[in-house]
Structure formats: structure tokens, C-alpha cells
């Protein structure tokens, strides 16, 4: 059966193209991350990652290139800091707003504002990165006291996360689905190896087994859940007789989104709590020692935990406000000569589907959230800190992208049987 799938994919030759681009894209990719930037020391570099955990969470956060302090060093977290913030500008912003509702058109303007912020902000943070990693390896990485070396790191670091961005952008376009969700799924697996290879190497087979098969029910659970909807029932009365249908709304409205937005966020006060720990005395010290205390990414403490969880159900609720315009669908469904019934065309019918689709919204976003936060109260309740085989949130981007990679190959695929027909 899988063989006969894979057989009928291969044979279109337009998708053929589309997988092939894709692989060769997420190659390049991988192959920047092990570029590293000049006048780096890597050899000093890997042996303090191997002998700090602090630093090993920062290699997985910057997408595996600390590693090799490669040109890809931020990754694309510089282009979600701005989508982040275009984001919220929209309720501030009324331009950009009315941009969100201009379609396509619109939607190319916002996307150009993004590109546009991304440069200022990759800037900004490759400095911030250099300075913060060298200062966590004692100043061994890079001669920091030369500007001009600083500068070109810099340089370097904002034109790699530029280009992953248009890396990403040409795989939109020549291959199978979102290039950034694709970079970002090959990023996440990238670390699945180094796990797997950490329990093998001490050992630890029963943990290992018991995690693979934990991990195997969390991408089951989280199949059901993110393809579950609800069907509103929607009625059409203007051809003589009733015609019946239905309009779905997704229990995870918001997707993967969420998870990566407070990712972004969460590991901040890590991050400062790393640079204040090479202070002394004062209240730069008390700040270092509570975030150190409370928000250690290696154990992390229940505050940790309930802000986490926090986070991504308020930018679950913040982003479906913003995607999903119920006065909009209303007035569509109105417009086609459609209504649900017990429930009258226009307000009533923006406040029934707003009323449905924060109930689902709070499930939703509870159940990410969840997911999230699932490693550290496993840590918490075992005492000790647990890696699974991949992330909750991991789980929740790789389930996401692949299915949407499902879905479009599907698409692909019947709309080659139908041209047969021409």
C-alpha cells in the first residue's frame, strides 16, 4: 500500500519536482549550519557545549548552529521576532489592519513590512548573541575587543538569517509546502538523533523504550486533535428546498503557531539570567539569582511551567482574534444566501460562531499548551530532568507540517486525475 502511494507520488512529474526541490532546499540548510563564521574558535567552542548544559540548550534553541557558530547562528528567530510584532501591530496599527483585509494583495505588503523588520532585528540580536555566547564561554569564541571582527560576525550572522528566510521563501514557491515550517520540522528533527544516541550510549534502554512508545501515543493524541473539528450546521433555502451543509471550525484554530511565538519569549529571562551571571553585587546579582532560581531552562521551576503554559494559551486566543474574523464569516455566509439554524443572519450569527470558537479555542489552546509544558512535569514528578525522544512542542510542529504536506500532496494528486479528463 505504501509502496503502490509512494510509486503514484513519484510518477507525476510536477510533484516529483516539488519533493525533489524540497530535499535539496533542507541540504542547503543544513549544509549552512555547519559553515562557521571566520575568526571563530569551534575547536573551544564544542568542548565548553559538551561541558555545559546551559550552552547546550542554546545550541537546540539556535537551531544546531552554536555548534559550529555557523553563519546560520540565529536561525529564523529573528523573522519570528517580527512576524511577532507586525502581528501585533495590527491592533494597533489600523493601516495594517486594513492591509490584513485586502486579501492577497494585502497580504504581500505585510509580508514585505516583515522581511523589512527582520533585517533591523537580525542585526540588533546577532550582536547580542555574539557578545552573550562569548561572554558563557569566558571570551575563548571571538576577540570581542575588535570592532571590526565583531562587525563582520555580524554582518555575516544577519545576511545567513536573511537568506534562510529567502531559502525558505523559494521552497514556498518550488516546493511541496511553507518553506519556514519546513526549515523549522528539519531543524526540530535535527536534534532527534543526539537524543536517541545520548540513552543508547549510557544504557538506559528501558527509559528509552518507555519514552519512544510515550512519544508514539503524544503524536497519535496529537493527530486526533489537530485534525478534530466541529461542523456548524448551515442551511441553504433559496433554491425552492433546503440544501444542508456544514462549515467547520478546527479545535487547534491557531496550528503551531503559539508554540513558536512563546518559545520566542520564554527563553528570554534564561537568557538575560545568563548575562547578569557574570555580574556581581548589587541588584544585577538578586535579578541573576531569581531568574537563575525560577526560570533555569535545565530544571525549571513551577512558575516557569505556569507562565509557559500561560503564554501559548494567550497567543492561541491573541492569533485566532486575528486569522479568524467572525463578523467577516458571518457576512459571507449571509451574503450566500446561507444560515444556521435557530440563529439569526448577521450579529447573531458573528456572536454564535465567536461564542463556539473560543470554546474551542480554550480546549485547543490548553491542549498545546499542555503538550508544551508536558517534558517538565515529567521532570518535575521524576525528579529529574527528562528529554523525550522529540519535544511536545516539537511533536506539535513536525505533526503540523506534516500533515499539511499531506494535504497538498493529495491535492496535487487529484488534480492530476482530473487534467487525464481534458
Known sequence: MIVNTLTSIFSIKDLRKKIIATLLLVLVYKFLSVIPIPGVNTAGLAAIIDGQKGLSFFSALMWGGLQNFSIILMGLSPYINAVIIIQLLWVIVPRIWELQKQGEQGQKKITKY???????????????MIVLLNSLAGGTIINTADAWIVLSAMLIATAGTIFLMWLGEVMTEYGISNGISIIIMAWVLSTTPG???????????????GLLLA????????????????????????????????????????????IIFS?????????????????????????????????????????????????????????????????????????????????????????????????????G?????????LPYILGK????????IV???????????????IRRIDGDMKMFDYSKYK
Open 114 to 128: 516583515t522581511r523589512l523588520l527582520t533585517l533591523p532585528i537580525a542585526f540588533l540580536q546577532s550582536y547580542g
Open 195 to 209: 537524543v536517541i544516541s545520548g540513552y543508547i550510549s549510557t544504557s538506559q534502554y528501558s527509559l528509552f523504550a
Open 215 to 258: 512519544t508514539l501515543a503524544i503524536i497519535y493524541v496529537i493527530i486526533k486533535f489537530t485534525e478534530g473539528h466541529r461542523r456548524i450546521p448551515i442551511i441553504y433555502a433559496k433554491t425552492g428546498w433546503e440544501e444542508k451543509s456544514y462549515f467547520p471550525i478546527k479545535i487547534n484554530q491557531a496550528g503551531m503557531i503559539p
Open 263 to 363: 518559545i520566542s519569549i520564554i527563553t528570554f529571562p534564561a537568557i538575560l539570567g545568563q548575562i547578569l551571571s557574570n555580574t556581581s553585587g548589587g541588584n544585577a546579582s538578586n535579578i541573576w539569582d531569581f531568574l537563575v532560581r525560577y526560570f533555569s531552562l535545565d530544571n525549571p521551576s513551577w512558575y516557569f511551567i505556569a507562565i509557559y503554559f500561560a503564554l501559548v494559551l494567550a497567543f492561541s486566543f491573541f492569533y485566532v482574534s486575528i486569522t479568524f474574523n467572525t463578523e467577516q464569516v458571518a457576512e459571507n455566509i449571509q451574503k450566500r444566501g446561507w444560515y444556521i439554524p435557530g440563529i439569526r443572519p448577521g450579529e447573531d450569527t458573528a456572536n454564535y460562531l465567536q461564542k463556539v470558537s473560543n470554546h474551542l479555542n480554550l480546549f
Open 365 to 373: 489552546g490548553s491542549f498545546l499548551a499542555l503538550i508544551a509544558v
Open 381 to 388: 514528578f521524576l525528579g529529574q530532568s527528562v528529554d523525550l
Open 391 to 405: 519535544t511536545g512542542a516539537g511533536l506539535i510542529i513536525i505533526v503540523s507540517v506534516i500533515l499539511d504536506i
